[in-house]
Nanobody, 131 residues
Framework: QVQLVESGGGSVQAGGSLRLSCAAS????????IGWIRQAPGKEREGVAS????????YYADSVKGRFTISQNNAKNAVFLEMNSLKPEDTAMYYC????????????????????????WGQGTQVTVSS
């Protein structure tokens, strides 16, 4: 059984950095994708970044491109989101999500996952950025 556990959230000032981690226990799908989806109060979910586990290709939303970096560990059972130059608008609950097979398309999968069409979700970790 796959379990996703996020960690690393917290409160920072604008311009600061945080590193989120997603530990994916029981996940052994090299043809899958793992990514980060965020939701702020009163706003729709937004796909932030995703990675294709097998090939390592990545996708970023325009809102975070150049500031966030997604990566995975060598064992391919953990994914990280390095967040730099944080802005108040990055404040949200950040969820790790995963799927067993994503057709090698982290962008396509993240779009579907943002609308709920993915197999696994974590409980979320809060990120708060103050101005």
């Amino acid at each position: 059984q796959v379990q996703l556990v996020e960690s690393g959230g917290g409160s920072v000032q604008a311009g600061g950095s945080l590193r989120l981690s997603c530990a994916a226990s029981g996940y052994t799908h090299s043809s899958g994708c793992i990514g980060w989806i965020r939701q702020a109060p009163g706003k729709e979910r937004e796909g932030v970044a995703s990675i294709y586990i097998g090939g390592g290709s990545t996708y970023y939303a325009d809102s975070v491109k150049g500031r966030f970096t997604i990566s995975q560990n060598n064992a391919k059972n953990a994914v990280f989101l390095e967040m730099n130059s944080l802005k108040p608008e990055d404040t949200a609950m950040y969820y790790c999500a995963a799927e067993e097979y994503c057709g090698g398309s982290p962008e396509g999968w993240l779009t579907l996952a943002t609308h709920g069409a993915t197999g696994y979700w974590g409980q979320g970790t809060q990120v708060t950025v103050s101005s």
